[in-house]
């Protein structure tokens, strides 16, 4: 049997940099020790209102969770 234990995820921000030599240049923000149990929704919520601060259009917000099998 497996045992699953959470450890605190991390929020990525990617944002659109604009266009470098033909392709789009990717910028990644990275925000981590989120609790594990932390709601998509609410995380989400403070993705945005970081996001208002930035002058780049942000691309995708992602929760990054963090689980150890053993």
Known sequence: MVN????PSSLRIKL???M???????KS???S?????ALAQNIYDVGEA????QEYEVLEI???DNTTLA
């Open 4 to 7: 699953e234990m959470k450890n």
């Open 20 to 26: 470098v030599d033909g392709k789009t240049k990717v």
């Open 29 to 31: 923000k990275t925000f």
């Open 62 to 64: 992602a929760k990054i």
């Open 50 to 53: 970081l996001m208002a601060l």
């Open 33 to 37: 020790s989120l609790k594990p149990d």
């Open 16 to 18: 659109d940099l604009g």
